[in-house]
């Protein structure tokens, strides 16, 4: 694989064709303009260079064996890409209109000829996208509200840290987002970043140098809490040597999970020291329209259909709706109603047609009435300060309190909850 430059400031292309000359050629180009460029010889090995590193642009040739650049684009934008926003441009010896029309339907930024003034705008267009790229900021960080402008805030003073990082919020929250985030921001491009779930704990084949994210922790087997744990702890005697860095995310909060034994009480209250809480989208709702405008653009790639507009009352049904599932459930809804409609406009129809097609009808009334019953029993809370003053309110034996209130994640003490002030006779 060739060397990576650890600058940060220097922008990461990947350039895609199965000519030498033509290869050479435009890598020189981009080179002489600052920009820092990964060859690979086909579509195959391109995507396999796509998986290594996180990208800035990526330049394809449209016909190559094995793999063409339209297979490439494709696999960019679908699912299961890393990062399938990123900008992807088609050069092609081949400047006819049908091929360009092909390319744009499937998500191509851009589409230019090989001939000197084809080389000369694909030039101008990267230095146009990275330029406007420097501080991306990735969908489920977007928005200028006060708690989201905060989370940034977080995650950026916490992406140079050599510490443990504990990243917390609901299903669709941004938790895997938020850690590529924090190492795109904090480590160089040529470090990589190793996702890890349950299971995987074979540390032998890891890099010497990355990122480890733990995502899904909770949910980890307690001997593969105990290695994990045991990693930390060395790492950190190492402290500002260790070439490896872990991240690590749950969907709830440590002090349940700990006293639950889903989680070793000294391990979470090792890794809430460096705590960062993702919020709800429902927390941040006045960031919607620049957050559905983005979904919008990112499925108008993805599903090679462009020129939708959305209605004043479809944005505010949208706005209004509670996402269980936050952005993804989002991203999820907008993508059915492009793929479904005949015209360009999302309509209040459109958009009440698909809400009603989300989840079952049970499971929402379900989780309006446990959000009800949260909020009952913190509001008793505040008011008894004691299991025995809330089980006495609602009816209930003291356990049962206890019990219902450690379900909702309310432990005494943490997460804003007032302390403890029971009397035991």
Known sequence: MQSVDCHRNRKLVLLVDDRPESRELIADELEDLGFQVVQAVDGKEGWDRFGELSFDCVITDLRMPRSDGLHLLRKIRSPISHKPQVPVLLVSAFGTLPVATEAGNAGATGFYTYDDSGVEELKARVCELLGQSRNHVPL???????VIEETRGQLLAHSTLKTPVMLCGEVGSGRTTAARFMHESGRPASVPFVELTKGKNNSDELPDSCTIYLNNFDSFAQAEQAFWFGRLLKLETEGAGARQRILVSTSDSLGPLASGGSLDAQLAKHLSRFRIDLPP????????PIILKSILELAEIRLGRRGFEVAPEALEALAKHNWYENIA?????VESIIASSEGRKITLAKVRAALSRVGTPLGRIAAEEAKKERDQLIMLWAQYLSYTGVANAIGVTRNTAKNRMAKYNLVPGREGLPGHQERRR
Not at 281 to 288: A, G, K, M, S, Y
Not at 329 to 333: K, Q, Y
Request: charged share 40%; with cysteine.
């Open 140 to 146: 489920e960080l977007l928005g200028k509200s006060t």
């Open 281 to 288: 989208l429902r927390h941040r709702i006045e960031d919607f």
């Open 329 to 333: 459930e989002c991203e999820h809804v």
